[in-house]
């Protein structure tokens, strides 16, 4: 009995582990209709707590990477994917957030392209999901993804991170489907419009977007993302 206490005791003076985990945002087609809408991708759970429940990508960062390194070495390890927008986006350290054991998560999140989305890899346990269709997650998921997904609502409404979810080239009328797909709800077309036209940072070319039964629409260019948004702090 003395040792058991004792043991207890041990295990709640040491500190909590660490863990890695990435909320990936990406924009894929409604399959009722085919307009834009958020989707992310889950790792099902293979092991207790919560077996069989789906999860976000993570795990513990290695003695020699830094955190960023260890979001990305994961997400590469369970999805493929290597987003050029990662950032840290909060720490989550709730003292029953995960069962038996108390457990420190640095979250990240990250938007990627289309393109990039349809490369990512899938299987059994690796499956993408619309944003506002995940049903039970494992641990406290849910409460992560709604906060990233009212980070990305809130820097769409000021910054250029929606152009981090298009190619490099796209129509007016994509982007202000990235900006409804994010924010859920519709947006008046012509004033819309108007605002992006008038953005210097949105550079019309002399290419057009092609296969479309009416006269096909310009293709324009962003021209402030060299990389990362600027107003992005990831740390490392």
Same mark, same amino acid.
């Given at each position: 009995?003395? *040792?058991?206490?004792?043991? &207890?005791?041990?295990?709640?003076? *040491?500190?909590?582990?660490?863990? &890695?985990?990435?909320?990936?945002?990406?924009? @894929?087609?409604?399959?009722?209709?085919?307009?834009?809408?958020?989707?992310?991708?889950?790792? @099902? @759970? &293979? @092991?207790?707590?919560?077996?069989?429940?789906? !999860?976000?990508?993570?795990?513990p960062p290695s003695a020699v990477e830094s955190l960023q390194d260890a979001a990305s070495r994961n997400l590469a390890e369970t999805t493929g994917l290597a987003p050029e927008y990662l950032e840290q986006l909060y720490a989550f350290g709730g003292l029953h957030r995960s069962p038996g054991q108390?457990?420190?998560? &640095?979250?990240?999140?990250?938007?990627?392209?289309?393109?990039? *989305?349809?490369?990512?890899?899938?299987?059994?346990?690796?499956k993408w999901f619309r944003a506002d269709r995940l049903g039970d997650l494992a641990f406290d998921h849910q409460h992560i993804i709604d906060y990233a997904l009212g980070r990305l609502r809130n820097k769409v409404a000021y910054g250029s991170v929606a152009y981090h979810l298009l190619g490099e080239y796209f129509t007016l009328a994509q982007v202000r489907e990235v900006y409804e797909a994010v924010l859920d709800r519709e947006?008046?077309? !012509?004033n819309f419009r108007r605002e992006l036209k008038a953005s210097p940072e949105i550079v019309e070319t002399d290419k057009y977007l092609q296969g479309g039964k009416h006269r096909p629409p310009r293709l324009y260019r962003f021209t402030g993302l060299p990389g990362l948004d600027p107003d992005n702090r990831s740390t490392p």
């Amino acid at each position: 009995m003395y *040792a058991s206490s004792a043991n &207890i005791s041990e295990r709640q003076a *040491a500190p909590p582990p660490l863990a &890695i985990s990435t909320v990936i945002f990406a924009l @894929r087609p409604s399959e009722s209709s085919g307009r834009p809408t958020l989707w992310i991708p889950l790792v @099902r @759970r &293979i @092991r207790e707590p919560f077996l069989g429940l789906w !999860a976000l990508p993570g795990g513990p960062p290695s003695a020699v990477e830094s955190l960023q390194d260890a979001a990305s070495r994961n997400l590469a390890e369970t999805t493929g994917l290597a987003p050029e927008y990662l950032e840290q986006l909060y720490a989550f350290g709730g003292l029953h957030r995960s069962p038996g054991q108390r457990v420190v998560s &640095i979250v990240y999140w990250a938007l990627v392209q289309p393109t990039e *989305a349809a490369m990512a890899a899938e299987s059994e346990n690796v499956k993408w999901f619309r944003a506002d269709r995940l049903g039970d997650l494992a641990f406290d998921h849910q409460h992560i993804i709604d906060y990233a997904l009212g980070r990305l609502r809130n820097k769409v409404a000021y910054g250029s991170v929606a152009y981090h979810l298009l190619g490099e080239y796209f129509t007016l009328a994509q982007v202000r489907e990235v900006y409804e797909a994010v924010l859920d709800r519709e947006l008046d077309p !012509a004033n819309f419009r108007r605002e992006l036209k008038a953005s210097p940072e949105i550079v019309e070319t002399d290419k057009y977007l092609q296969g479309g039964k009416h006269r096909p629409p310009r293709l324009y260019r962003f021209t402030g993302l060299p990389g990362l948004d600027p107003d992005n702090r990831s740390t490392p």
